[in-house]
C-alpha cells in the first residue's frame, strides 16, 4: 500500500488534482460555517459588483453570490458524485456479466451497450427531462445514469472477456463457486483500475451533463445548484449588461472540478498504463537517445 | 466494401431503441401531454390538428399496436408529425430551416479540431516526456473535462462582450440578403468564429489524448523502425509511417463522439443565438412543443449513425488489413 501511496505523491498532477477536489468537498460540507445564512434571501441591492461586504457581488435578484456559489456546491458535487458511482456501477456490472457469460446473454447485452452508446446522449437526455417537467436532482440523476453506462460497459467487457479463462477463474468455477461470486469477488477486484478511470470519467461526465441539463432550464429553479446559478444569471442576462461575476462563480466552480478530476483521470491512465507515462525515467531516456542519435550524425 | 453485419445491427437497434423510446414515453407520462400540447395552440387548434396531435401521442381508441405501425408508416414518409410552437409548419419544415447551420458548424469545427488535435497529439507522443508533452496532454484532458457551456460563456463575455470582436448573435448579419456573394460568405464565416471555437476546445482534447496513446504504441511497431532503419527523415517516419495508421482509434472516436458534439452545439448555439438545431430544439423544450423535440432525436441519432457507418467504410479504406478480416 505504502508503495502505492508514494508513487501517487509522485505524480504532481495527481496530488494538485486531489487537493482541489477535497478543498472543495469541504467547502459544501462546511457550508453553514462559511456562509451561514439562507442563499435565496434578498441581501442587496440588484447586480451589485463584488464589494467587501458582498465578495463575489450579488445577483439580478440582489442575492449574494458568494453564499449561492458555497450552497450550490453541495447539490452540484453530490449529484455529480453520486451519479458517477452509479454510471460506473451500472456499467461494471452490465460488462462484467456480459463478458463473464458470453453467449446469449453477451450478444443481447453488448448489442444494447453498443446501440445505447450511439445514441446522442444529450438530445435523449432533453427529451426524457421535457416530459418528465422540471425535475429534482433524484430524476436528474437517473436519467444521466440510465443512458451513460455503455462506456464504462465497453470497456469492463473487454477485460472481463481476457480475465475468464485465467487459472484462478477456472480454479474456482472448479471448486463449484456460483457465478455471482466468481464475478465479483474473484474478477472484480482485478479491474480496480479500470473501475477508478471509469469513475472518474463518469464524475465529469455527469457534471457536464447536469450542468447542461440545469442551464437549460430542467433544473428546480428554486434549487441552489451552480448549474441553476448559470440558468438565472442567463435569464437575467447577466452577460450583456456585464455582471461578470454572477456568471463567472458558478462557472469557475464547475471549471475547477472539471480541473480537479481530469489531473486525477490523467494520473490514473498512465498508472494503469505505464506505456503512457512520461516521468523523468523517461525524459532522462529520451534525451540520452537524442543524444546518441547526435553523436552517431556526427560520426558519419 | 463490406461492412459487417453485426454493425448494422448494432445501427438498427439503436435506431430502433430511439423509435420506441419517442413512441412509448408520451403514452407512459402521467396526465397525458396532449391536452397541454392541444391548450398550447390555442386558437390555432383546428379539428384537424387536433386529430394528428392525438393519433401521434397515442390518445386515440386503437390497440397499441396499431399504433405503432401507424407510427412506423408515419416515419418512413418523413411524416414526423406537426410542430405546436410553429403550426401549421410540419416538423420536418421546422428542423430542416434549422439542420444546415447546425451541420455547417459542426462539420467546420470537426475538421478544424482533427487538423490540430491529431497534430498536437502526433507531436506530443513523439516527444513524449519532453517539455511540449508535459504541458500538452495534461492540457487536453482538463480540456475534455471542461463543459461546453462553461467554455461559451466565456468566450462570450471575453470576445463578444468586452472585447467586441466578434458578433454575439445570429448566423450573419441580419440586414445582409442570403445570397452566393462575398460580404453574405464573409458575414457568415465572421458569425460562425465564436461558435466554432467554442466547439473546439472539447474535440481538440479527446482527438489529442486518443491520437498520442495510439502514437504511443504504433512507434513500438516494426514497420516504424524499419522506416527509421532506412534513414528516412523523422517526419517522414512520424507522419507517413506512424501518423496514418495512429488515426484509425482517433476515427473510431470521432464517431462515438460525435453525439458529445451535438450535445455541445445545442448549448453553444443557444449561448450564441445560432439558428441550429440546438436553438430550436431549446425553444421547442420550453414551448412543451414535444414533437419537435422527438423529430430532433431521431434526426441527431440518424446523423450519428450516418457517421459511424462512414467511418466503418472509411476504415476499410485506410486499413486494409481491417477489410481482409472481415471477408
Known amino acids: ?300 | 466494401m463490406r461492412i459487417p453485419l453485426r454493425r448494422l445491427g448494432v445501427y438498427l437497434a439503436a435506431f430502433l431503441f430511439a423509435i420506441l423510446v419517442n413512441f412509448t414515453l408520451p403514452r407512459l407520462m402521467p396526465g397525458s401531454p396532449v391536452d397541454s400540447m392541444i391548450a398550447q395552440l390555442g386558437p390555432r387548434a383546428t379539428p384537424a390538428a387536433i386529430e394528428a396531435i392525438k393519433a401521434r401521442f397515442g390518445a386515440v381508441e386503437q390497440p397499441i399496436w396499431q399504433q405503432f405501425l401507424d407510427y412506423l408508416k408515419g416515419l418512413a414518409t418523413f411524416d414526423l408529425g406537426v410542430s405546436v410552437k410553429y403550426y401549421p409548419q410540419t416538423v420536418t419544415e421546422v428542423l430542416a430551416r434549422s439542420a444546415g447551420w447546425t451541420a455547417f458548424l459542426v462539420v467546420t469545427a470537426v475538421v478544424f479540431s482533427l487538423c490540430i488535435g491529431v497534430s498536437l497529439g502526433a507531436v506530443a507522443a513523439w516527444r513524449r516526456g519532453g517539455r511540449f508533452d508535459a504541458f500538452v496532454s495534461p492540457f487536453s484532458v482538463v480540456m475534455i473535462a471542461v463543459p461546453p457551456v462553461i467554455i461559451a460563456l466565456a468566450t462570450l463575455f471575453t470576445f463578444g462582450v468586452t472585447l467586441r470582436w466578434f458578433p454575439v448573435g445570429y448566423a450573419y448579419d441580419p440586414s445582409l440578403d442570403p445570397g452566393i456573394n462575398f460580404t453574405f460568405f464573409g458575414s457568415v464565416f465572421w458569425h460562425a468564429i465564436m461558435p466554432v471555437l467554442t466547439l473546439s476546445p472539447y474535440m481538440i482534447g479527446e482527438f489529442q489524448t486518443t491520437m498520442r496513446s495510439s502514437m504511443i504504441s504504433v512507434l513500438g511497431e516494426d514497420y516504424v523502425t524499419m522506416g527509421r532503419a532506412k534513414g528516412l527523415s523523422d517526419t517522414a517516419v512520424m507522419f507517413s509511417y506512424a501518423a496514418r495508421n495512429a488515426m484509425l482509434p482517433v476515427m473510431t472516436n470521432l464517431a462515438l463522439m460525435l453525439g458529445a458534439v451535438f450535445g455541445g452545439s445545442i448549448v453553444t448555439e443557444i449561448v450564441f443565438n445560432y439558428p441550429g438545431l440546438g436553438l430550436t430544439l431549446f425553444t421547442a423544450s420550453v414551448a412543451r412543443d414535444y414533437p419537435v423535440i422527438q423529430g430532433q432525436l431521431l434526426l441527431m441519432t440518424m446523423a450519428t449513425l450516418g457517421a459511424n457507418l462512414l467511418v466503418d467504410i472509411l476504415y476499410g479504406v485506410v486499413d486494409p488489413r481491417v477489410q481482409e478480416g472481415r471477408t
Request: proline share 6%; charged share 15%.
Open chain 1, 1 to 300: 500500500m505504502s508503495s502505492g501511496l508514494k508513487l501517487f505523491l509522485r505524480q504532481k498532477k495527481a496530488v494538485v488534482g486531489f487537493i482541489i477536489i477535497t478543498g472543495l468537498c469541504l467547502m459544501a460540507l462546511l457550508a453553514p460555517v462559511l456562509a451561514p445564512g439562507d442563499p435565496a434571501q434578498r441581501v442587496g441591492r440588484s447586480h451589485q459588483p463584488p464589494t467587501v461586504e458582498h465578495v463575489f457581488g450579488t445577483t439580478k435578484m440582489g442575492r449574494d453570490v458568494y453564499s449561492q456559489f458555497v450552497w450550490g456546491a453541495r447539490p452540484s458535487l453530490a449529484v455529480g458524485f453520486a451519479t458517477g458511482l452509479a454510471i460506473t456501477a451500472l456499467g461494471t456490472a452490465i460488462g462484467l456479466i456480459s463478458g463473464y457469460f458470453g453467449g446469449r446473454t453477451d450478444a443481447v447485452l453488448d448489442l444494447t451497450t453498443n446501440a445505447v452508446l450511439v445514441i446522442p446522449n444529450i438530445p435523449l437526455l432533453i427529451l426524457l427531462a421535457s416530459f418528465a417537467g422540471t425535475v429534482g436532482p433524484m430524476a436528474i440523476m437517473a436519467i444521466i445514469a440510465l443512458t451513460s453506462w455503455p462506456w464504462g460497459a465497453r470497456m469492463t467487457r473487454a477485460q472481463a472477456l481476457s480475465l475468464k479463462n485465467r487459472e484462478f477463474v477456472v480454479a474456482a468455477r472448479m471448486v463449484g463457486e456460483p457465478w455471482w461470486r466468481i464475478v465479483f469477488v474473484e474478477i472484480l477486484p482485478n479491474l480496480v483500475p479500470l473501475i477508478g478511470i471509469n469513475l472518474v470519467g463518469s464524475i465529469i461526465y455527469a457534471i457536464v451533463a447536469q450542468t447542461t441539463l440545469e442551464y437549460l432550464g430542467f433544473g428546480d429553479p428554486l434549487n441552489v445548484t451552480w448549474g441553476t446559478m448559470l440558468y438565472n444569471a442567463q435569464n437575467s442576462s447577466a452577460i450583456i449588461v456585464g455582471a461578470w461575476w454572477d456568471i463567472g462563480a458558478p462557472a469557475l466552480g464547475i471549471a475547477i472540478v472539471g480541473l480537479g478530476l481530469a489531473l486525477l483521470n490523467f494520473t490514473f491512465d498512465e498508472i494503469a498504463n505505464p506505456q503512457l507515462r512520461s516521468g523523468p525515467a523517461l525524459s532522462r531516456w529520451l534525451r540520452l537517445n537524442r543524444l546518441r542519435a547526435r553523436e552517431l550524425r556526427a560520426a558519419r
